[in-house]
């Protein structure tokens, strides 16, 4: 299970996001891109102290200044059950993907 799809799994669910200065952000996951960077909807920020708190409807989270985030137990399950999906699917995932072995007949040779 990799980081970024364990985050792509919690779209939807509560976060709390952690950055490098200290500052907290409690609000509900409404997307994320590959380099982490976050968008949260219903948010409530808390200042490093911990004695000032905003309440925001939405805001973008740049992912280089993230220290740590929280998730849900449910963004786990998630997860496993989309990874589950994927492994069903009946046909392995290795090179060529069904096209077949070798160079073929009269590829771009005459006479041969």
Known sequence: ML??????ASTTLPLLVELKSGTTY???LVSCDTYMNINLRDVVCTSKDGDQF????ECYIRGSSVKYLRLPEEAVD???EEEK?????????GRGAGRGRG???????SGG
């Open 3 to 8: 980081p970024l799809s364990l985050l792509k």
């Open 85 to 93: 999906k994927w492994q069903g699917g009946g046909r392995g995932r």
């Open 26 to 28: 409690n609000g509900r």
């Open 103 to 109: 160079r073929g007949r009269g590829r771009g040779r």
């Open 78 to 80: 998630r997860v496993q």
């Open 54 to 57: 905003w309440k925001l409807n």
